[in-house]
């Protein structure tokens, strides 16, 4: 079971996932990039620094980095990678039982479902790295900070 959290969760629990070392220092370099461009002040930023050597899941930076702008991906896009990913699970495993119940039958086939599964797949990437983009860059882009 762990295997498959460890590989689904990002999809579908993208929120609950650990905070690894690299998210933590990119979140700590939004602080000090906030700090830098005057959005955040000294003491806020050290709040901040603190709040977040305590947190340990990435739903979490929502809270510390709230109020900077393009920090942590929309709750949106998060809702739209759950969905996306719950959804297009949901269609590869039907489809492969109706092909396999197929095939049971004496009617195998080519697996036709490959297809659908991989465009919505791909899909699911695009959602995914969009996510994770978020996650991965370190500064905050000084003309759209508030």
């Not at 762990?2 to 370099?29: F, I, R």
């Not at 340990?56 to 393009?70: F, I, S, T, Y």
């Not at 009617?107 to 991965?136: F, K, N, Q």
């Amino acid at each position: 079971m762990n295997t498959l959290n460890a590989t689904l969760g990002p999809l579908v629990s993208p929120d609950e996932q650990e905070l690894s070392y690299t998210d933590k220092q990119a979140a700590h370099a939004k602080i000090e990039s906030a700090a830098r461009l005057g959005v955040l002040s000294a003491q806020q930023a050290a709040d901040r620094h603190r709040v977040l050597n305590e947190s340990h899941r990435r739903g979490h930076l929502r809270e510390v980095l709230a109020g900077l702008h393009d920090a942590v991906p929309p709750s949106g896009l998060t809702l739209a990678l759950r969905i996306a990913a719950v959804g297009w699970l949901a269609v590869c495993v039907i489809q492969f039982v109706i092909w396999l119940a197929l095939a049971a039958f004496g009617h195998l086939d080519w697996p036709w479902w490959l297809w659908s599964d991989v465009g919505l797949g791909l899909a699911v990437g695009i959602l995914w790295w969009t996510h994770e983009s978020y996650h991965r860059k370190s500064q905050l882009d000084p003309g759209t900070s508030r």
